[in-house]
């Protein structure tokens, strides 16, 4: 074994959670201070096993398939900097990763059949990327997703400017609910009741895999909050209590500051939060969407009061040329209800450019249901290696301004990858301009977005809330 293979091993097997957390000053570490790990320029190896994994005090272990020996790894990098992660899949099916958010080549995009081959068991696939901006990212497979995403397959992606804004202290806090049953076992992870309306919801909310956890960050300090819904269902309505906040990133994309009310977050969303600390107390990340308000986490002031740092709230933009709205390619997309089954093709296995065959029934779990549309058309997971026609073909360059428009009586999260759009307007949830690469679009609303098409490649649309992307609210389109 060569000395860059036993470094990457002993890094895959213990290197997550020997490696010191980020941050830590004062106050005591809490363990539901998520491990990070700094890229080098050595790869890093993320191994997808099943793995047991206690959620919280008095709870069963759980066969939780993870990426690091604990929920959930935070990967940390420098804008621009060429970062490579090998997967190593451990896990009884195929998997891949896909960056959510990041403006990658295609290559790197991480969608099996689309922008590579599924990795299957017991092999290796190597990512290799410079992420072009900062942000908050996430990212997690995108194969059976309902079920991998369910049972803790994702991480965080922190890209850091390349002058850091100034705070006393930052947490990454990601919002993800678990489907067991009162025994600890899983519960399915996908619903016909569930996928044919808004989704099949979590048992146990936990926030970075802990059932309200409690965190202490110095007290007074400015804290930077980097909020993630991993969730594959839950669209919370995200406020804080015990501190004034505001919002200064979404989806990664700088904003603001503007003054946090409350905030409707879907899966797929990021929010950057600024928090001035209270000198004394806490301050709670509370739900208001259900019938009783939430509590998902809560912040301790503690330690020694922090210095009060001035802090710049982040950097410069993404390098995103400016929109030629008046010149762009007008397009509505219909958010709509799919096709019955009985029209959809039958599924063909998928034979590979070196002869592979690979059965798509293998991977499914809703068979061909297809209760979700774009235009039209559903493309369910069960077909995910059928590709249907792309939805559109845009030079590199063009501008677009692309609608969304939902015909339907539940809400979408509508995730373009590689990509950010503008949103510039909306018919029934108020919300000020600004950039992300997930827009939620409310039963029957109107949202205009517009966007540039970046690098070549074929990339995916689709609604993150998992089971309505697994039954047909899933496209492509292709930039040239
Ligand atoms: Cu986070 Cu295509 O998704
Ligand atoms: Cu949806």
């Known amino acids: 074994m060569n000395s860059s293979r036993r470094q ?7 290197g997550v959670l020997a490696l010191p ?31 047991l994994t206690v959620l919280g005090p008095g709870l069963r272990p759980i066969p939780a398939w993870l990426f690091a020996d604990t929920p959930f790894p935070v990967l940390r990098a420098r804008r621009g900097q060429t970062m490579t992660v090998v997967l190593n899949n451990r896990l009884p099916q195929h998997t891949a ?61 922190i890209v850091e400017e390349d002058e850091p804004a100034r705070f ?19 519960l399915p992870f996908s619903t016909l009741s569930g996928a044919s309306r808004a989704g099949s919801f979590g048992t146990l909310r936990t926030v970075n895999g802990r059932p309200s956890p409690r965190i202490a960050s110095p007290a007074g300090g400015a804290l930077r909050l980097r909020l993630i819904n991993a969730d594959c269902a839950r669209i919370c309505d995200l406020g804080l209590e015990g501190a004034a906040a505001e919002v200064v990133a979404v989806d990664g994309s700088p904003i603001g500051p503007l003054p946090l009310d409350t905030w409707r977050f879907a899966p797929g969303m990021r929010l950057d939060l600024r928090v001035r600390m209270p000198r004394a107390g806490e ?43 008046a010149g762009a390619w007008r397009h509505t997309l219909e958010l709509g209800a799919g096709l019955a089954p009985a029209s959809i093709p039958d599924i063909q296995p998928i034979v590979l450019a070196d002869g592979r065959r690979i059965d798509l029934a293998d991977s499914l779990c809703l068979g061909s249901n297809t209760f979700w549309a774009f235009d039209g058309q559903s493309w369910p997971e069960a077909a995910m290696g059928r590709l249907p026609p792309p939805l559109f073909t845009l030079a590199s360059g063009r501008s677009v301004a692309l609608e969304l428009s939902n015909t339907t009586s539940r809400a979408h999260p ?35 977005t517009a966007f540039v098409a970046g690098q070549p490649g074929a990339w995916m649309i689709h609604c993150h ?3 309505h992307q697994e039954t047909g609210m899933m496209a492509w389109f292709r930039v040239s």
Not at 103 to 116: E, H, I, K, S
Not at 133 to 147: I, L, Q, R, S, V
């Open 8 to 14: 990457l091993l002993i890094r895959g097997a213990g």
């Open 283 to 325: 301050v709670r990340l509370v739900d208001y969407f259900a019938a009783a308000p939430v509590t998902l986490a809560s912040v301790t002031a503690g330690g020694e009061p922090a210095a009060v740092q001035e802090s710049e709230p982040s950097g410069p933009p993404a390098a995103i040329p400016p929109i030629d709205l």
């Open 168 to 186: 006393d202290d930052e947490l990454v806090l990601i919002l993800k609910d678990w489907r067991l049953d009162p025994d600890g076992d899983f």
């Open 414 to 448: 509508i995730h373009l990858h590689g990509h950010a759009m503008t949103v510039l307007s909306a018919s029934v949830l108020a919300r000020p301009v600004h950039r992300a690469d997930t827009v939620l679009v409310m039963p029957n609303e109107r949202v205009q």
């Open 97 to 157: 990763i896909h960056w959510h958010g990041v403006r990658t080549p295609n290559a790197m995009d991480g969608v099996p059949y689309l922008t590579q081959p599924p990795v299957q068991p017991g092999e290796t696939f190597t990512y290799s990327f410079a992420p072009p901006d900062a942000g908050t990212y996430f990212f997690h497979p995108h194969c059976n997703t309902a079920e991998q995403l369910g049972r803790g397959m994702l991480g965080a992606l």
């Open 21 to 51: 957390l980020l941050g830590g000053g004062a106050w005591p570490a809490d363990d539901a201070r998520l491990a990070e790990i700094r890229m080098g320029r050595d790869p890093v190896v993320l191994t997808a096993a099943e793995r």
């Open 465 to 467: 809330v998992v089971e």
